[in-house]
């Protein structure tokens, strides 16, 4: 680098500062979509009625439209289920069951199940999920998240570098 001079260096460190910029947002974007749930807002189910609309199927499991890879291992959250009219959600274990690991729920038969099924025989369930690629360790989520950080503290070291350098060969070394 000490044949180089002062502009080609500047130019130079400014272009690999540019494509470090450009690669870290890419890290970013990238890391962010391993660590962080996908979210499902309204996903919709029809109901089965038994017989001729005299009670809720009970005995029915819906499964729900976007699962991801849903295991043990990376179960549903913020699960929430209600009719499409309903002005109240529905509880856990006196409405509904569900199946956080199956990504699966069957309704009780309520009269709040069943008042919302007679009139609008739509469920819409509200949740998180396991994006494909979701990275299930939570050591490991954690390393994703700090890839960006130090990509950006090694930029800064690059800067400090080439800067010193063009400083000291301007002003002569530096004790």
């Known amino acids: 680098m000490a044949n180089m001079g002062y502009t080609s260096r500047i130019l130079l460190g400014f272009v690999a500062l540019l494509i470090g910029v450009l690669l870290l947002s890419q890290i970013a974007t990238e890391s962010n979509g391993t ?17 001729a609309g005299t009670s809720v199927n009970t005995t029915r499991e819906y499964t729900l439209g976007t699962l991801g890879e ?17 002005t109240t959600e529905w509880t856990d274990v ?5 199946d956080l690991d199956a990504g699966t729920f069957t309704l009780k038969n309520t009269s709040a199940t069943w008042a919302e099924v ?22 490991g989520r954690t390393m994703l ?17 080439l800067f010193y350098g063009i400083y000291r ?6 004790d």
């Open 94 to 98: 006196t409405d509904y069951v569900v």
């Open 118 to 139: 007679l009139t609008s025989n739509v469920t819409l369930a509200d949740y998180n999920y396991c994006d494909a690629g979701y990275m299930q360790l939570g050591w």
């Open 145 to 161: 998240n700090l890839t960006p950080g130090f990509f950006a503290l090694a930029l800064l070291l690059v800067a400090v570098a």
């Open 35 to 51: 660590v962080s749930k996908g979210g499902v807002v309204n996903d919709s189910t029809t109901f089965v009625i038994n017989g």
């Open 70 to 86: 849903t295991s043990v291992d990376c179960p549903i959250t913020n699960f929430v289920l209600a009719a499409s009219n309903a």
């Open 169 to 174: 060969d301007t002003f002569g070394k530096v």
